[in-house]
């Protein structure tokens, strides 16, 4: 029981991580944005201290807009945690597509046995081989090759 609670929360703390960075940045973000909407042309002089509060004391602050039921709170909230949803759901089938079978390979490749190989590569004999040699080479190449061989014959 324990291992497998071990296993959840180490799977699991990026996640948790994600989410508390997230509503952490929602929170200065929603103060920030009361912060312009109530000091409008003084925002200059009263931001520093506004965001000095909201970092140091974030979970007080976004308490306070969810018991106000702020919109901007809620909303961006939600789509802090949608957002790590779909992290984890993405980071999961993306984790299961890359599991390997039991040919520990990726995908559908497998390792060649020396039976496959020599069927597959070697399996040519010498005629095909001649045959497809002449077929893939020029005509003029083949010729000067076989007059070359023939003069350095002659030569010797």
Same mark, same amino acid.
């Given at each position: ?26 929170? +200065? ?44 709170? +809620? ?5 802090? +945690? ?41 399996? +040519? ?32």
């Amino acid at each position: 029981m324990k291992a497998k609670l071990l296993n959840v929360v180490k799977a699991s703390w990026s996640y948790v991580l994600t989410l508390i960075a997230g509503l952490y940045l929602v929170g +200065i973000l929603t103060g920030t944005i009361m912060a312009l909407s109530k000091y409008k042309l003084t925002t200059a002089v009263h931001l520093s201290a506004v965001l000095r509060q909201l970092a140091l004391h974030p979970w007080h602050d976004d308490l306070l807009y969810l018991s106000q039921k702020n919109p901007i709170s +809620i909303i961006a909230g939600i789509g802090v +945690i949608l957002y790590t949803l779909y992290l984890a759901l993405k980071h999961n089938s993306q984790h299961q597509s890359w599991q390997t079978a039991d040919t520990e390979t990726h995908g559908s490749a497998t390792w060649g046995d020396l039976k496959e190989l020599s069927d597959h590569y070697f399996s +040519i004999n010498a005629k095909d081989l001649t045959t497809a040699f002449n077929n893939t080479t020029q005509a003029e190449i083949l010729k000067s090759l076989v007059d070359r061989e023939k003069s350095a014959k002659g030569a010797d």
